[in-house]
């Protein structure tokens, strides 16, 4: 039982192939949800699940566990072990750390053991939440090894506090500034291939092992929550990198990731919520007696907020249950007209699954990621409902303050609606919408009245295009253009969603098939031994051992980069998933000004109406002489009626002319937006794939070598490279 | 760019992928199975095939001929030779694919028509059977002598053999496991303490191959989705970014779809090779285990038979004794019974020589078997690993120019 303790182990000791890894990637084959490919049409019910897909995504790709076999690899040399009999010393087989020194680093040493591609820091942050500190030491490595001895103790901090990366950051930000930039996007505008990395590859090499181990720790140490963390973690990764393109970075390449120009209402506002980075951690389950027995219950989460820049403003932290937050996106729907509301996480129906593990920890990722989206929302981010919601002590229903947020009941209940309208019908109630009622939307449910005027209303013929101010035909087309988008979205995120499956799939078989040839060669050491020692092929059957499992190893190997790239990958392309959540938010927020102009217009229509028929009395009245006392009347009380509606004139028109305001500003938000989210996702995309690639490369190549391949020949397998390196040259 | 085909990258650096250790080993014959013609309809069709062969091997008067040969007869040569060479591995021949058979899909006879070329190829560099004089017929008879053959062949199988060979074969296994275990599996006993393990190591050899091309076909089969999946998302992404109006999204996204496009179409031929190159040798070596259990099962048939003939030979000395005793018994009958006892004296003789023939046979067949085994199966995943590298660099060169196209077209945008 001498290899006890690697199995025991699995993660650190190099790998133990046993049963248990088996196991690992069968449940992880049976984990896969199965049937979702069945998005037929473009249907909006479909949101909910794509995103509830996509945090399952999250939290595969914080299946990450295995990345640990590449440190081992690295520190632990390639030992493999297979069964309690049977290990392979690790002494034939070079270390990492001998890998290093015996060759200079290369591009593909960078991606190897560096994880970031070199291209972009954007990706370490973003996609593996735990690694960026890592990586941007390593990335920034052009100041070699200042900046990657720089990333030691941020390692260990991170791995100590657990603090989130964007404010782990800010070290790096001070005390590698230089080189930040100089490794950043600006000095990589046109890499040469192999050369230009190299620098920041020497420093990956140099502290390559021990940095590395610091940084896992930080896996192992929260163990399930890093899983969920890692995926929630992202948006803020990125944003804080945004901020710093911002202030550091003027580089040609960010025209195409332009942050700056992305936040036209507070790019650097001091008091502005846009620089908060918020984490949610810590369900708390309540359990509360039910009806007829059943056990209710809700969960509390714990909501932190941090400055990511250095500002006055303190941490601060409150526990809120997901009723809070529906209260608080019913708010911000109620007041942020026109505005594109990031939506809000679903509710659960089944009240059984509410309390298990699994939904907690999904719904506490997407409530994280919901409360970074709407504080980087430039209006939203800092409004008073969530400095309130964020920074309240305690139940928000007990919060004065909180309650004072509540939209004024205008149009009072149902009941009183009723009465209304039986009063309006006999001609009692004037039914005239005062200016108050003019600033608000029609509520359906309770002013029946106008409700019914308006859709008479939009049931006459539209106004034709040429009718309308161009302004307003922009954003008719503007609807156009998310509806086309949104239909857009939803092929691609389901594409992005099978291909994140495929490459799942794709890198389990490796796995599987890895693990069949380190079978054989087990089942060859036990028992073939007797064929060779009967035939007398000692020799052959020792390089066939070798070889059958030089190649299960290198399967295996490029199995784990294939489920780690499925991680990123399925982050990644989270972004389609996210905006096409998004885009229903941005039909809603087009159509509250339609809404705002249909009142408009049907108020007008109304006094147009009025008018009329003053004009219509007073003809009357002046043919009669002497008038007509009760003719009179009418006359005055219409007056009345058309003063006030004079009013709600100008109230609804200027209601809308608001609406249409924050309608063009967040069309150009979103459009902007939306371009540098998905064009940086489009290159992290293609960078996580390139290195991904190189480092499967790599792996091949050197399975090729240990196989006994001549150099002609591993030459001829990467000729293609070599010569898209001359062609670029 | 195209990438370029992995056939000509491997030929051209003299990798061998799967058959050359055969050919390496013998060029006294160079066989090419070629042309596979589809002949006959509907039920009754068959492919044929143009078997060329190429040989200086003295019993050959033409050192180039070429024969017509369908499956079947593929088949002959394979149950002549199995019949004829007790405890030698016959090289094993493809299935027979009675559903795939009638689809005549394109791609299952080119599948076919290399396991058959492998199949004739290997019996011609085997030591023994590449002498025979069924492989000399099988390569060299004229139509007319073939279908005799065929014919004769046909009535033999079909008056004992076939309807009966399947249940016969299964009924004398019982039998023979039935005696091992009355007998306190005497062949057992009789059989050496290596040879078990050997027997053993094998069959689970057979399980592992197996298992192996089983995964080999799932990667293939992963393989070409992911090209698919890869190639829907580059069109999903080419749609998205023709939403833009403006320039550099639309720029980026066309051109991930034309380098995804690239990629996945290396990943369709990374499957298509992947099938010939290492799933279908997978199945060739799961099938030789299946020719080294035949082997083997001969050599337990004729221990069987031996020990059978031991104990038949014991008995009836038992009974000789019992007669010689046994005062006032007729002196023919006691001659009777000698002559019995030596009669299966000289039948234990014969199936002790039979045992030991085989038994030596085998030992070198095994060692043949080993060594021809370790270096076809080291090419085959040396080949593997290749065709991977240089697959993945071709993928990591496309991702690598839509990395440079990416930000040629941010640096062109701004």
């Known amino acids: 039982m001498a290899s006890k303790g690697i199995i025991a182990d699995p993660l650190r000791g190099g790998g133990a192939f046993d049963d248990q890894d088996m196991e690992d990637l069968t449940s992880h084959l049976a984990n896969l949800p199965a049937g979702r490919t069945s998005h037929d049409g473009l249907d909006l019910v479909d949101h909910s699940e794509l995103l509830g897909n996509l945090d399952r995504f999250r939290a595969l790709a914080g299946d990450d566990s295995h990345d640990d076999l590449f440190v081992s690899y690295g520190g632990l040399g390639l030992g493999l072990s297979v069964s309690d009999s049977t290990i392979i010393t690790t002494t034939n087989y070079p270390t990492y750390g001998e890998l290093a020194a015996a060759k200079p680093p290369s591009y593909e040493d960078s991606i190897m053991y560096d994880q970031a591609p070199p291209l972009d820091m954007h990706i370490a942050s973003v996609a593996g939440g735990d690694m960026d500190p890592l990586s941007a030491g390593h990335s920034s490595g052009a100041g070699p090894s200042d900046a990657a001895v720089a990333a030691r103790p941020l390692g260990k901090r991170v791995s100590e506090q657990q603090l989130p990366p964007a404010v782990a950051m800010a070290p790096p930000g001070t005390s590698g500034n230089p080189s930040w930039t100089g490794a950043g996007w600006a000095a990589r505008g046109v890499p040469s291939g192999a050369s230009e990395p190299q620098a920041a590859t020497v420093a990956a090499a140099v502290t390559g092992p021990g940095v590395r181990h610091s940084g896992f720790s930080t896996t192992d140490a929260s163990g399930p929550s890093a899983a969920g963390r890692l995926g929630s973690l992202a948006p803020s990764g990125s944003a804080a990198l945004r901020l710093d393109d911002i202030q550091q970075s003027p580089s040609p390449v960010a025209h195409g990731i332009a942050p700056s120009a992305r936040h036209p209402g507070g790019g650097g506002g001091g008091g502005s919520f846009q620089h908060l980075s918020i984490t949610v951690t810590d369900p708390v389950k309540r359990e509360q007696g039910g009806l007829f027995g059943i056990k209710g219950g809700y969960v509390t989460y714990l909501v932190r907020t941090q400055a990511r820049a250095p500002s006055t403003r303190p941490e601060t932290t409150v526990r809120r249950r997901f009723r809070e937050f529906v209260v608080l996106a019913q708010l911000l729907k109620g007041k942020y007209r026109g505005y594109f509301i990031p939506p809000r996480p679903e509710k659960n129906a089944v009240e059984g699954q509410r309390m298990t593990d699994g939904f907690v920890e999904e719904r506490r990722i997407a409530l994280e990621r919901y409360l970074n989206k709407l504080a980087q929302h430039p209006v939203l981010g800092a409004s008073e409902e969530l400095r309130l919601f964020l920074e309240v002590d305690g139940e928000l229903a007990d919060s004065g303050a909180w309650l004072s947020l509540r939209p004024p009941n205008l149009g009072g209940s149902v009941l009183e609606g009723t009465a209304k309208f039986s009063k309006q019908i006999l001609g009692l109630d004037r039914a005239v919408t005062d200016p108050v009622q003019a600033s608000q939307p029609t509520k359906k449910a309770t002013d029946f009245m106008r409700a019914i005027k308006e859709t008479a209303r939009s049931m006459q013929s539209p106004p034709s295009a040429s009718s309308l101010p161009p302004d307003e035909v922009a954003l008719v087309r503007a609807k156009e253009e998310v509806e086309a988008l949104q239909g857009a979205l939803a092929i691609g995120s389901r594409a992005a969603e099978r291909l994140v499956n495929g490459l799942d799939r794709w890198s389990v078989v490796y796995g599987e098939l890895g693990l069949v040839l380190i079978q054989m060669r087990n089942a060859e050491k036990a028992d073939g031994v007797a064929l060779a020692h009967h035939t007398g092929t000692l020799k052959q059957s020792g390089s066939l051992m070798h070889d059958t499992d030089r190649l299960g190893t290198a399967l295996i190997r490029s199995s784990r980069i294939g489920r780690k790239v499925t991680g990123r990958c399925a982050i990644e392309l989270a972004c389609l998933h996210e905006y096409l959540g998004l885009m229903p938010a941005a039909l809603k927020g087009l159509r509250a000004r339609d809404k705002a102009l249909l009142t408009a217009d049907t108020v007008q229509s109304d006094l147009a109406g009025r008018r009329k028929a003053i004009a219509d009395l007073e003809a009357a009245g002046a043919k009669v002489l002497g008038g007509d006392a009760a003719k009179a009347k009418k006359v005055a009380e219409l007056n009345g009626d058309v003063a006030v509606l004079e009013q709600s004139v100008v109230v609804a028109r200027a209601r809308y002319d608001k609406i249409k305001e924050i309608n063009q500003q967040e069309m150009s938000r979103l459009r902007c937006e939306l371009r540098s989210d998905l064009l940086s996702m489009l290159h992290r995309y293609a960078s996580i794939m390139s290195a991904c690639s190189q480092r499967n490369l790599e792996i091949w190549l050197q399975a090729a070598e240990e196989l006994q391949a001549t150099k002609e020949q591993l030459q001829a397998a990467k000729a293609c490279l070599v010569e898209s390196d001359v062609h670029q040259q | 760019m195209d990438p370029p085909p992995y056939e000509s990258v491997l030929q051209d650096h003299g990798s061998n992928n799967f058959f050359s250790p055969v050919t390496a080993v013998s060029k006294e014959f160079e066989i090419e199975v070629a042309d596979p013609v589809k002949q006959g309809e509907s039920v009754a069709a068959y492919v044929s095939y143009k078997v060329r062969t190429k040989t200086t091997h003295v019993k050959y008067h033409a050192p180039f001929n070429e024969v017509t040969r ?345």
């Open chain 2, 70 to 414: 369908r499956f079947r007869d593929f088949a002959w040569l394979h149950d002549k030779l199995v019949e004829k060479n007790k405890g030698h591995i016959v090289p094993p021949l493809p299935e027979k694919s009675a559903v795939q058979k009638y689809q005549m899909a394109t791609d299952f006879i080119e599948q076919r028509r290399r396991a058959l070329q492998v199949f004739v190829n290997r019996v011609a560099s085997h030591p023994v059977l590449k002498d025979s004089s069924e492989l000399e017929t099988f390569l060299q008879a004229n139509e007319e002598h073939w279908m005799l053959e065929i014919a004769k062949w046909q009535a033999e199988t079909s008056a004992q053999h076939r309807p009966v060979s399947a249940a016969a074969q299964w009924f004398k296994n019982l039998q023979h496991s039935a005696q091992s275990l009355v007998s306190g599996r005497a062949d057992e006993m009789q059989e050496d303490a290596e040879y078990i393990k050997i027997r053993d190591y094998i069959n689970s050899l057979e399980g592992h191959l197996t298992e192996a091309h089983r995964q080999a076909g799932r990667l293939l089969r992963k393989e070409a989705d992911l090209g698919a999946a890869l190639t829907e998302f580059a069109s999903a992404a080419e749609l998205l970014g023709k939403q833009d109006n403006e320039g550099p999204m639309r720029v980026a996204f066309g051109c991930l779809y034309t380098r995804a496009n690239e990629v996945a179409a290396l990943s369709r031929m990374r499957s298509e090779a992947i099938a010939v190159e290492f799933a279908a040798p997978l199945k060739e070596f799961a099938r030789t285990i299946k020719s080294v259990q035949v082997a083997m099962a001969d050599r337990a048939s004729a221990l069987s038979a031996y020990s059978q003939a031991k104990s038949d030979l014991d008995s009836k000395k038992v009974r000789l004794a019992k007669f010689r005793g046994t005062p006032g018994l007729k002196e023919d009958k006691i001659a009777e019974t000698e002559r019995d006892v030596n009669e299966a004296d000289q039948r234990l003789r014969n199936a002790k020589l039979g045992y030991e023939t085989i038994r030596d046979t085998m030992r070198e067949e095994l060692n043949r078997f080993q060594k021809e085994r370790a270096a076809e199966m080291s090419a085959v995943l040396r080949d593997f690993a290749l065709a991977q590298a240089h697959s993945t660099a071709e993928q990591a060169k496309g991702w690598g120019e839509l990395l440079r196209d990416l930000q040629q077209a941010a640096v062109g945008g701004s």
